[in-house]
């Protein structure tokens, strides 16, 4: 009885220091980040005056950090931590690479008030993250009155650099818009005609699906549409969908699943043996997250694509890349370790470029940005800011070596083919 | 730590408490001028939650009625001014009138199919309800716009700053709150909780039953809409994740955590459940590990709540002091 | 057999049982009488520990049970009949015996055999649910089900409560022949009449307190206690 | 005033009540009897509406209230008291019968007015009647065993009922407390023009205030009477009272 | 644009009903461990939904370790009993404690429980996609044109045979005997000399139990990830409810309503299938508030 009260006490207590804690640390006014001790700007006397920032560059990441979509996150988190320790090495005109994470449960509400907590308690200079497209539509909203940069680098909606689109937000993966038209270009080139469409009933799967078959009747006016059927996310099971696939005879079946439908929709597919009969292609149906799960599992012949391979390009800098984060985490990085990575070296280049800590200089520079990474020449559009980025397709193929597949004939989609031009986005902003 | 309330006698308690409240009120006005930005912001939230938390606690703590889905009207709140807005069907303050009745009205009919159940029965059916609505707002894009749902909602210019939105719902929480008091200790709220204590009785009495707690949560459901109305002001956006039902769990561990005895519990829980979010999602990945460890030890060690933990040890101290402790109590 | 000190009961704040001390030897039947709510069924509840006493003991074949878990008490030979029966309505009559054995095949063990020959009514209705039985066949089964855990000694509590006088007549014929098979019985009982018949000794109970203790020929000749307490 | 015709309950098969039948004039003490479980407390939930009857009518100022909402067939007149006390636990003695007054005159569904300033005379009026207004502010847990029995029939006054049905008004009492509760019974109807439907164990109880017994078995009415022709009655003697006495 | 008008009738509608059924056994073996807890210790077990989550994830340990196709099938034995035997310190450790706390908190408690397993859950396994081999390829034809993967069948059978072993546990061994009795007055049993303590640890662990196999059994055909229990959580919640608090029968049969008419709303509107169980729950409920079977509350 009398422990009892005592727990009870303890417990009152300490909540009451929580909430204090929570709610004094506001009683301090502005939280604006404290000026690290860098040294004094060295006069130089050189034409190219050597610029020193006087504190360094805080980032905030707000992403989902719970639940399914954690695979890709946590990718995401790990090459950007990579990324800022090679930039920290050589430093931004002195300055080094902060930063630090909110998880958002994939719940736009509180993406918002993590975001708000970023920028106005820690003064985060750029946001970046966000895995939920809803959660990157509210936020951009929000960042857009703050004028806070903020890079998304994981949520694939079209609408982020279309007509949601402001001058404080930038779009680091290939958008909705890019991913179909990349599979258009690529199948377009095959000669069949007959097409299923298939897809994860929200947003981002209607998406994906609607440019890509409008940019497939473009290409190929001869081609039919067989099916096209939805299912409700989550889905436990592909069957009927198969079935209905089968019984309409198509050439190409084009499939968008979203999230976590990809495991259990390439499964029922490898299980039907789908793959030998027709075209399958799935969009990031090759990205390394989703084939080393599958493991011997996932069909061989089935067309794929993702922004990145951990294995393609074979080149010196993609190497080095892959051999670094698996060096540090002990695996090899799938689309969203890429793609934190390369935003990390994106940002720290542009202010590098801007040689000012000034938002609006940082933007400026951000802007027509191009950097090299390890899949080559990227670039920063300046109208959109939708990063210009190439976008892989190949097959998936057995590996002697690996227990998982990997793909193989990879064709790469230049950024430059696989963006909508500008018009349609002028358009789509109707300006 | 509570030896202090062991002088006072119940009157003088009463007014202590009014006391407190005065205070915090006080102290709340001058927010802006001495809160940075984001706790400026924080505060905000917590006056939305601590309304969403209250409008629960009128069919659930004064009414007995075990609503398990109260973010559905929340929720329906948020996206109906969120619409009305969007849409510009309706300036601002009709629309701001009207979401929380379409709320009310959807509590109304959810409410009327619902009290007819008894107890869990009563619970689940809420509970299913409220999941289709959740369903079809997720679904109906062109309408609710699905699962992105609504953003850049055009809310007046006098109305974005940090300081006037606080204001606003400063004002409106107050005087929700206040409304919810009056009528919680009206002839009304007297025989709802004569009703949640003892239906049976109260219908040999001739009070309907079913009406009475009909208008509960019709009610809460309209109160919720008002913090929804709130919640777009404060955010500019809904999405469905506000009206899934982990959400109503939330607010329920909120109401049930600050006490749901008390007519201030469900504000104090709300103020610690956001707290202690916020606190451990800023110092911690693995907060879900430690909030939910605390909410267990705090449900299993305060099943009455925290405030109304304190109450009991104020009242108690209170009572010893009036009956010159006359008699120990007995503690259960 | 079983004694009880000066043992205080409480159902939460409520105080019920105020210093109750009773005592039932091998063999006896010993009778609890008093009015609805006089705390007769606490005393059982307080005995089975079901309602364990917060002061006082209660010691059954020598040892101190006050703390002892109620499954343990029944073990040590405690045979239990709940005042409204208790069957399980959803288990047959048949099941309800089932669990509640614990004979095994030692000599003179209650069995399924034993039972229905004291109580033939039950053979009939075997497969019958619990919940279906009437009032008496009820009240036989709560008696059988407490027997078929051989105990030696049993608490009945208020066993003929709403039956008929017939079947009551009956019922209190078996319990008497229950003493004769060496069981020791204290049984709670608002039916003074009946109760009186059987018994050895009686306690008057009332608010809580025993009010009177003796043989029924000294309850019958204290008229003030009868009418004071009992409503004769 | 009241009349009760050939009233049939069954649960799931089981006749609880099986043909009662009743009449009740006004002003009248009148007491149903009859062993246990012989379908008393299933009457008087029939009459209240607390269950809809399988058969039979009952009728009550000349207006047929069967099956009707409880609440309804409450602010017809009829007010009961509970068996098993049955109040308000969290509330306090005054607002126990405050709820009844308020519910009386209508005024529940008012939201805006502070309830602690409505109805407080009525409310002190009944308490004193009963003789609980100086524990008006008592917590009801608080109160002894007696006490709320006596505050379960003060909420049933707190209707102003035409007709007061009390379901073993005595039971549990010690034998003061029985008198002091008769004496109030009486009283109560003699003063207020009450018209007194009860049930009650203790037959000394019943012979000594009611004007007409009607006695109960298996369900059945096998007798209603003046009470000395009920204590003559054989076959009442032999189905109740044999047994006891 | 649905598949109605691109097959033949029949077989459109027979192979429906057949995935609504493997659907319905998905969501039965969840239900069915809930119901089991709900029937006996009249706890609403939130957290049911995380040992089924933690079922599938054992699973998946023990298969990688055993390797190959037999993995799968030692999993399917050894990850049920693994994941009863934590429900077991769980049930020891807390849910002991609640057995006579009001309903509500009850729910919280088990839901809180919900959020601290998933965290553990992301300790222990991490963040990777997971998945099972199929342990059966190929499929079955049943009809000229319908066919169903193999695995599916195994589903099919399970479902019904968990039902069927419950029952027969319930109503033909002893044990099954008393945790029937001990559903309805647990003070009674222990009157008898029984242990109720240990019969309600007992149901705990059988329950767990079938949320464990539940979550072995679907392994191979999903993502096994943190989260799963939630997402399937109140549907089954609402299957327990619809079909009668407690009643495995009616929990069966509620689950096949559920799962065929969230088939045959893919027929319908496919855009609102999700919108289906939960129409079906709620008419249902209106209709029959105590569940479609007889409750054992």
Same mark, same amino acid.
């Given at each position: 009885?009398?422990?009892?009260?005592?727990?009870?006490?303890?417990?009152?207590?300490?909540?009451?220091?929580?909430?204090?804690?929570?709610?004094?640390?506001?009683?301090?006014?502005?939280?604006?980040?404290?000026?690290?001790?860098?040294?004094?700007?060295?006069?130089?006397?050189?034409?190219?005056?050597?610029?020193?920032?006087?504190?360094?560059?805080?980032?905030?990441?707000?992403?989902?950090?719970?639940?399914?979509?954690?695979?890709?996150?946590?990718?995401?988190?790990?090459?950007?931590?990579?990324?800022?320790?090679?930039?920290?090495?050589?430093?931004?005109?002195?300055?080094?690479?902060?930063?630090?994470?909110?998880?958002?449960?994939?719940?736009?509400?509180?993406?918002?008030?993590?975001?708000?907590?970023?920028?106005?308690?820690?003064?985060?200079?750029?946001?970046?993250?966000?895995?939920?497209?809803?959660?990157?539509?509210?936020?951009?909203?929000?960042?857009?009155?703050?004028?806070?940069?903020?890079?998304?680098?994981?949520?694939?909606?079209?609408?982020?650099?279309?007509?949601?689109?402001?001058?404080?937000?930038?779009?680091?993966?290939?958008?909705?818009?890019?991913?179909?038209?990349?599979?258009?270009?690529?199948?377009?080139?095959?000669?069949?005609?007959?097409?299923?469409?298939?897809?994860?009933?929200?947003?981002?799967?209607?998406?994906?699906?609607?440019?890509?078959?409008?940019?497939?009747?473009?290409?190929?006016?001869?081609?039919? /549409?067989?099916?096209?059927?939805?299912?409700?996310? $989550?889905?436990? &099971?592909?069957? +009927?969908?198969?079935? =209905? %696939?089968? *019984? #309409? /005879?198509?050439?190409?079946?084009?499939?968008?699943? $979203?999230?976590? &439908?990809?495991? +259990?929709?390439?499964? =029922? %597919?490898? *299980? #039907? /043996?789908?793959?030998?009969?027709?075209?399958?292609?799935?969009?990031?149906?090759?990205?390394?997250?989703?084939?080393?799960?599958?493991?011997?599992?996932?069909?061989?012949?089935?067309?794929?694509?993702?922004?990145?391979?951990?294995?393609?390009?074979?080149?010196?800098?993609?190497?080095?890349?892959?051999?670094?984060?698996?060096?540090?985490?002990?695996?090899?990085?799938?689309?969203?370790?890429?793609?934190?990575?390369?935003?990390?070296?994106?940002?720290?280049?542009?202010?590098?470029?801007?040689?000012?800590?000034?938002?609006?200089?940082?933007?400026?520079?951000?802007?027509?940005?191009?950097?090299?990474?390890?899949?080559?020449?990227?670039?920063?559009?300046?109208?959109?800011?939708?990063?210009?980025?190439?976008?892989?397709?190949?097959?998936?193929?057995?590996?002697?070596?690996?227990?998982?597949?990997?793909?193989?004939?990879?064709?790469?989609?230049?950024?430059?083919?696989?963006?909508?031009?500008?018009?349609?986005?002028?358009?789509?902003?109707?300006? | 730590?509570?030896?202090?309330?062991?002088?006072?006698?119940?009157?003088?308690?009463?007014?202590?408490?009014?006391?407190?409240?005065?205070?915090?009120?006080?102290?709340?006005?001058?927010?802006?001028?001495?809160?940075?930005?984001?706790?400026?912001?924080?505060?905000?939230?917590?006056?939305?939650?601590?309304?969403?938390?209250?409008?629960?606690?009128?069919?659930?703590?004064?009414?007995?009625?075990?609503?398990?889905?109260?973010?559905?009207?929340?929720?329906?709140?948020?996206?109906?001014?969120?619409?009305?807005?969007?849409?510009?069907?309706?300036?601002?303050?009709?629309?701001?009138?009207?979401?929380?009745?379409?709320?009310?009205?959807?509590?109304?009919?959810?409410?009327?199919?619902?009290?007819?159940?008894?107890?869990?029965?009563?619970?689940?059916?809420?509970?299913?309800?409220?999941?289709?609505?959740?369903?079809?707002?997720?679904?109906?894009?062109?309408?609710?716009?699905?699962?992105?749902?609504?953003?850049?909602?055009?809310?007046?210019?006098?109305?974005?700053?940090?300081?006037?939105?606080?204001?606003?719902?400063?004002?409106?929480?107050?005087?929700?709150?206040?409304?919810?008091?009056?009528?919680?200790?009206?002839?009304?709220?007297?025989?709802?909780?004569?009703?949640?204590?003892?239906?049976?009785?109260?219908?040999?009495?001739?009070?309907?039953?079913?009406?009475?707690?009909?208008?509960?949560?019709?009610?809460?459901?309209?109160?919720?809409?008002?913090?929804?109305?709130?919640?777009?002001?404060?955010?500019?956006?809904?999405?469905?994740?506000?009206?899934?039902?982990?959400?109503?769990?939330?607010?329920?561990?909120?109401?049930?955590?600050?006490?749901?005895?008390?007519?201030?519990?469900?504000?104090?829980?709300?103020?610690?459940?956001?707290?202690?979010?916020?606190?451990?999602?800023?110092?911690?990945?693995?907060?879900?590990?430690?909030?939910?460890?605390?909410?267990?030890?705090?449900?299993?060690?305060?099943?009455?709540?925290?405030?109304?933990?304190?109450?009991?040890?104020?009242?108690?101290?209170?009572?010893?002091?009036?009956?010159?402790?006359?008699?120990?109590?007995?503690?259960? | 057999?079983?004694?009880?000190?000066?043992?205080?009961?409480?159902?939460?704040?409520?105080?019920?049982?105020?210093?109750?001390?009773?005592?039932?030897?091998?063999?006896?039947?010993?009778?609890?009488?008093?009015?609805?709510?006089?705390?007769?069924?606490?005393?059982?509840?307080?005995?089975?520990?079901?309602?364990?006493?917060?002061?006082?003991?209660?010691?059954?074949?020598?040892?101190?049970?006050?703390?002892?878990?109620?499954?343990?008490?029944?073990?040590?030979?405690?045979?239990?009949?709940?005042?409204?029966?208790?069957?399980?309505?959803?288990?047959?009559?048949?099941?309800?015996?089932?669990?509640?054995?614990?004979?095994?095949?030692?000599?003179?063990?209650?069995?399924?055999?034993?039972?229905?020959?004291?109580?033939?009514?039950?053979?009939?209705?075997?497969?019958?649910?619990?919940?279906?039985?009437?009032?008496?066949?009820?009240?036989?089964?709560?008696?059988?089900?407490?027997?078929?855990?051989?105990?030696?000694?049993?608490?009945?509590?208020?066993?003929?409560?709403?039956?008929?006088?017939?079947?009551?007549?009956?019922?209190?014929?078996?319990?008497?022949?229950?003493?004769?098979?060496?069981?020791?019985?204290?049984?709670?009982?608002?039916?003074?009449?009946?109760?009186?018949?059987?018994?050895?000794?009686?306690?008057?109970?009332?608010?809580?307190?025993?009010?009177?203790?003796?043989?029924?020929?000294?309850?019958?000749?204290?008229?003030?206690?009868?009418?004071?307490?009992?409503?004769? | 005033?009241?009349?009760?015709?050939?009233?049939?309950?069954?649960?799931?098969?089981?006749?609880?009540?099986?043909?009662?039948?009743?009449?009740?004039?006004?002003?009248?003490?009148?007491?149903?009897?009859?062993?246990?479980?012989?379908?008393?407390?299933?009457?008087?939930?029939?009459?209240?509406?607390?269950?809809?009857?399988?058969?039979?009518?009952?009728?009550?100022?000349?207006?047929?209230?069967?099956?009707?909402?409880?609440?309804?067939?409450?602010?017809?007149?009829?007010?009961?008291?509970?068996?098993?006390?049955?109040?308000?636990?969290?509330?306090?003695?005054?607002?126990?019968?405050?709820?009844?007054?308020?519910?009386?005159?209508?005024?529940?569904?008012?939201?805006?007015?502070?309830?602690?300033?409505?109805?407080?005379?009525?409310?002190?009026?009944?308490?004193?009647?009963?003789?609980?207004?100086?524990?008006?502010?008592?917590?009801?847990?608080?109160?002894?065993?007696?006490?709320?029995?006596?505050?379960?029939?003060?909420?049933?006054?707190?209707?102003?009922?035409?007709?007061?049905?009390?379901?073993?008004?005595?039971?549990?009492?010690?034998?003061?407390?029985?008198?002091?509760?008769?004496?109030?019974?009486?009283?109560?109807?003699?003063?207020?023009?009450?018209?007194?439907?009860?049930?009650?164990?203790?037959?000394?109880?019943?012979?000594?205030?009611?004007?007409?017994?009607?006695?109960?078995?298996?369900?059945?009415?096998?007798?209603?009477?003046?009470?000395?022709?009920?204590?003559?009655?054989?076959?009442?003697?032999?189905?109740?009272?044999?047994?006891?006495? | 644009?649905?598949?109605?008008?691109?097959?033949?009738?029949?077989?459109?509608?027979?192979?429906?009903?057949?995935?609504?059924?493997?659907?319905?056994?998905?969501?039965?073996?969840?239900?069915?461990?809930?119901?089991?807890?709900?029937?006996?210790?009249?706890?609403?077990?939130?957290?049911?939904?995380?040992?089924?989550?933690?079922?599938?994830?054992?699973?998946?340990?023990?298969?990688?370790?055993?390797?190959?196709?037999?993995?799968?099938?030692?999993?399917?034995?050894?990850?049920?009993?693994?994941?009863?035997?934590?429900?077991?310190?769980?049930?020891?450790?807390?849910?002991?404690?609640?057995?006579?706390?009001?309903?509500?908190?009850?729910?919280?408690?088990?839901?809180?429980?919900?959020?601290?397993?998933?965290?553990?859950?992301?300790?222990?396994?991490?963040?990777?996609?997971?998945?099972?081999?199929?342990?059966?390829?190929?499929?079955?034809?049943?009809?000229?044109?319908?066919?169903?993967?193999?695995?599916?069948?195994?589903?099919?059978?399970?479902?019904?045979?968990?039902?069927?072993?419950?029952?027969?546990?319930?109503?033909?061994?002893?044990?099954?005997?008393?945790?029937?009795?001990?559903?309805?007055?647990?003070?009674?049993?222990?009157?008898?000399?029984?242990?109720?303590?240990?019969?309600?640890?007992?149901?705990?662990?059988?329950?767990?139990?079938?949320?464990?196999?539940?979550?072995?059994?679907?392994?191979?055909?999903?993502?096994?990830?943190?989260?799963?229990?939630?997402?399937?959580?109140?549907?089954?919640?609402?299957?327990?409810?619809?079909?009668?608090?407690?009643?495995?029968?009616?929990?069966?049969?509620?689950?096949?309503?559920?799962?065929?008419?969230?088939?045959?709303?893919?027929?319908?509107?496919?855009?609102?299938?999700?919108?289906?169980?939960?129409?079906?729950?709620?008419?249902?409920?209106?209709?029959?508030?105590?569940?479609?079977?007889?409750?054992?509350?």
């Amino acid at each position: 009885m009398k422990r009892n009260r005592r727990m009870k006490s303890i417990l009152v207590l300490s909540l009451i220091f929580i909430i204090a804690f929570t709610l004094v640390g506001g009683c301090a006014k502005p939280t604006a980040p404290a000026p690290s001790p860098a040294p004094a700007p060295e006069k130089s006397d050189g034409p190219a005056q050597e610029i020193r920032f006087d504190r360094n560059i805080k980032i905030g990441i707000v992403d989902t950090y719970t639940g399914p979509p954690t695979v890709y996150t946590y990718d995401a988190r790990d090459g950007f931590t990579l990324a800022a320790k090679e930039i920290n090495a050589e430093g931004i005109h002195g300055a080094k690479i902060e930063f630090v994470t909110r998880d958002e449960e994939f719940k736009p509400d509180k993406a918002l008030s993590w975001a708000r907590e970023l920028i106005t308690r820690e003064g985060v200079d750029v946001l970046c993250g966000f895995m939920s497209s809803a959660s990157a539509l509210a936020v951009s909203e929000y960042v857009k009155d703050e004028k806070v940069p903020t890079v998304v680098w994981m949520a694939q909606t079209e609408k982020i650099t279309g007509e949601a689109g402001h001058r404080y937000i930038f779009h680091v993966i290939p958008n909705t818009r890019m991913s179909g038209r990349a599979a258009a270009r690529y199948l377009a080139d095959l000669p069949y005609t007959r097409f299923a469409l298939v897809g994860s009933d929200f947003e981002f799967g209607h998406a994906i699906i609607n440019t890509f078959w409008k940019t497939m009747t473009e290409l190929n006016p001869k081609a039919e /549409k067989v099916v096209e059927t939805f299912w409700p996310v $989550g889905e436990p &099971d592909f069957t +009927p969908y198969i079935s =209905a %696939i089968r *019984a #309409a /005879k198509p050439e190409v079946v084009v499939a968008a699943p $979203g999230g976590a &439908d990809q495991i +259990p929709l390439t499964k =029922a %597919i490898g *299980a #039907a /043996k789908l793959a030998e009969e027709m075209v399958v292609y799935l969009h990031i149906g090759t990205d390394h997250a989703g084939l080393v799960a599958l493991g011997q599992e996932a069909p061989e012949g089935m067309y794929g694509s993702s922004p990145y391979h951990y294995y393609y390009p074979d080149t010196p800098e993609n190497k080095a890349f892959v051999e670094k984060f698996h060096a540090e985490y002990g695996r090899y990085p799938n689309f969203a370790g890429f793609n934190g990575y390369i935003t990390a070296h994106l940002i720290a280049e542009a202010y590098r470029k801007a040689g000012s800590l000034d938002t609006e200089a940082f933007i400026d520079a951000f802007e027509g940005l191009s950097i090299n990474s390890p899949v080559g020449q990227v670039t920063m559009r300046e109208y959109d800011h939708q990063l210009i980025q190439p976008f892989f397709i190949g097959k998936t193929v057995k590996d002697p070596g690996k227990d998982y597949l990997i793909a193989t004939d990879i064709v790469m989609i230049s950024g430059e083919d696989a963006i909508p031009p500008l018009e349609e986005i002028k358009k789509i902003r109707g300006e | 730590m509570l030896n202090v309330f062991s002088k006072l006698t119940k009157g003088q308690f009463f007014s202590f408490k009014l006391l407190i409240i005065g205070i915090v009120v006080l102290i709340l006005l001058f927010a802006p001028s001495y809160l940075s930005r984001y706790y400026l912001y924080l505060v905000t939230l917590i006056l939305v939650t601590v309304l969403f938390a209250t409008s629960l606690n009128i069919p659930l703590g004064y009414g007995g009625l075990l609503v398990l889905h109260q973010a559905t009207f929340y929720g329906v709140g948020a996206y109906a001014f969120a619409i009305f807005l969007k849409q510009g069907t309706l300036p601002i303050l009709p629309a701001s009138l009207i979401a929380p009745l379409i709320a009310a009205a959807f509590a109304c009919f959810i409410g009327w199919i619902c009290v007819r159940l008894r107890g869990l029965y009563f619970s689940f059916l809420t509970l299913a309800m409220g999941q289709l609505v959740w369903a079809i707002i997720y679904r109906w894009y062109n309408f609710t716009g699905g699962d992105d749902g609504i953003h850049a909602i055009p809310v007046p210019d006098f109305l974005r700053s940090g300081s006037s939105v606080f204001y606003t719902t400063l004002i409106v929480v107050l005087i929700s709150l206040l409304l919810i008091y009056i009528i919680v200790k009206s002839p009304y709220g007297l025989t709802l909780q004569a009703v949640r204590d003892n239906p049976q009785r109260c219908e040999s009495v001739g009070i309907n039953i079913r009406n009475h707690r009909l208008i509960a949560f019709v009610m809460g459901g309209f109160f919720a809409g008002v913090a929804g109305v709130l919640f777009v002001l404060l955010e500019r956006s809904v999405a469905p994740p506000m009206l899934f039902w982990t959400k109503s769990v939330e607010v329920l561990i909120m109401v049930l955590l600050g006490g749901m005895f008390t007519f201030l519990g469900p504000a104090f829980g709300a103020v610690v459940v956001i707290g202690m979010m916020t606190f451990f999602g800023i110092f911690t990945e693995y907060w879900l590990l430690f909030l939910g460890s605390i909410k267990i030890l705090l449900l299993l060690f305060l099943p009455q709540g925290v405030l109304g933990y304190i109450e009991e040890m104020m009242a108690k101290s209170a009572k010893k002091i009036e009956k010159g402790e006359e008699r120990g109590y007995a503690q259960g | 057999m079983l004694e009880a000190k000066e043992i205080h009961a409480y159902y939460g704040l409520s105080h019920i049982l105020f210093g109750v001390s009773l005592e039932v030897k091998k063999g006896e039947i010993v009778c609890v009488l008093g009015r609805n709510g006089a705390g007769k069924t606490t005393i059982m509840r307080s005995i089975m520990g079901l309602t364990p006493p917060r002061q006082g003991q209660v010691i059954f074949k020598g040892k101190d049970i006050t703390r002892t878990p109620v499954h343990k008490i029944a073990q040590m030979g405690m045979g239990f009949v709940a005042d409204n029966r208790r069957i399980f309505p959803d288990l047959t009559v048949e099941e309800n015996l089932d669990i509640a054995s614990r004979g095994g095949q030692q000599k003179g063990a209650w069995n399924k055999e034993k039972i229905f020959t004291l109580f033939p009514a039950l053979k009939n209705i075997t497969s019958r649910r619990g919940g279906y039985c009437s009032g008496g066949e009820q009240q036989m089964l709560a008696v059988a089900r407490a027997l078929m855990g051989n105990p030696d000694f049993l608490l009945l509590d208020e066993p003929t409560e709403g039956l008929a006088p017939l079947v009551v007549r009956e019922l209190m014929e078996q319990i008497g022949r229950l003493r004769e098979e060496g069981l020791s019985i204290l049984m709670a009982e608002q039916n003074v009449r009946s109760a009186l018949k059987l018994a050895n000794r009686v306690y008057v109970i009332d608010r809580g307190e025993v009010r009177f203790q003796g043989t029924v020929e000294e309850l019958e000749a204290n008229e003030e206690i009868s009418k004071k307490y009992l409503l004769v | 005033m009241l009349r009760v015709e050939n009233l049939v309950k069954s649960f799931d098969g089981f006749l609880a009540v099986n043909g009662a039948n009743l009449t009740v004039h006004e002003k009248q003490i009148v007491a149903v009897i009859g062993p246990n479980g012989a379908g008393k407390t299933t009457l008087f939930n029939l009459i209240t509406g607390h269950l809809v009857p399988t058969g039979g009518k009952v009728i009550f100022k000349d207006r047929e209230i069967t099956g009707m909402a409880p609440h309804r067939i409450c602010h017809l007149g009829i007010s009961r008291s509970f068996q098993l006390i049955n109040v308000f636990p969290q509330l306090s003695v005054f607002e126990n019968v405050q709820v009844s007054v308020l519910s009386h005159q209508k005024k529940v569904l008012n939201m805006f007015a502070p309830a602690q300033k409505l109805v407080v005379e009525e409310t002190y009026n009944i308490l004193e009647k009963v003789r609980l207004a100086d524990k008006a502010r008592e917590k009801t847990a608080s109160l002894s065993y007696g006490d709320q029995k006596i505050l379960e029939m003060a909420i049933a006054l707190g209707n102003y009922p035409e007709l007061l049905m009390l379901d073993e008004p005595t039971a549990g009492m010690s034998p003061e407390e029985t008198k002091a509760t008769i004496a109030l019974v009486q009283e109560l109807a003699k003063k207020e023009g009450l018209t007194v439907l009860f049930t009650e164990h203790n037959m000394n109880v019943v012979f000594e205030i009611s004007e007409k017994i009607m006695v109960m078995q298996q369900g059945r009415t096998i007798a209603q009477d003046l009470p000395d022709m009920v204590r003559a009655n054989k076959q009442v003697q032999a189905a109740y009272l044999g047994e006891e006495s | 644009m649905d598949f109605l008008t691109l097959l033949p009738d029949f077989s459109t509608m027979t192979s429906q009903v057949f995935i609504g059924l493997s659907r319905a056994m998905i969501l039965f073996m969840v239900a069915v461990g809930l119901t089991v807890s709900i029937g006996v210790l009249r706890v609403i077990n939130f957290a049911n939904g995380t040992f089924y989550m933690l079922g599938a994830f054992t699973a998946w340990s023990i298969a990688m370790w055993v390797g190959g196709t037999a993995g799968f099938w030692v999993a399917l034995l050894v990850a049920p009993l693994v994941v009863s035997v934590l429900g077991l310190v769980v049930e020891a450790g807390l849910l002991r404690r609640l057995y006579n706390r009001p309903r509500l908190l009850q729910l919280l408690l088990t839901y809180a429980v919900v959020l601290l397993f998933n965290d553990i859950t992301k300790i222990i396994w991490g963040v990777d996609f997971k998945t099972i081999e199929v342990p059966l390829k190929g499929f079955v034809t049943l009809f000229s044109n319908v066919s169903l993967p193999s695995y599916n069948l195994i589903l099919l059978a399970s479902g019904p045979l968990v039902a069927f072993g419950l029952w027969f546990f319930t109503n033909h061994t002893m044990v099954g005997k008393i945790t029937r009795a001990t559903a309805t007055d647990r003070e009674m049993v222990d009157a008898l000399g029984i242990n109720s303590k240990k019969i309600f640890a007992i149901v705990f662990m059988l329950s767990c139990y079938l949320a464990g196999l539940g979550g072995a059994l679907i392994a191979p055909t999903t993502n096994i990830v943190v989260g799963m229990g939630i997402t399937i959580l109140v549907n089954a919640v609402l299957v327990v409810v619809v079909g009668g608090l407690g009643n495995i029968w009616g929990t069966f049969l509620a689950s096949i309503i559920f799962g065929v008419g969230e088939s045959f709303g893919l027929l319908i509107a496919p855009r609102f299938a999700i919108v289906f169980p939960f129409a079906i729950a709620t008419v249902l409920l209106i209709l029959r508030p105590t569940g479609i079977m007889k409750s054992v509350w």
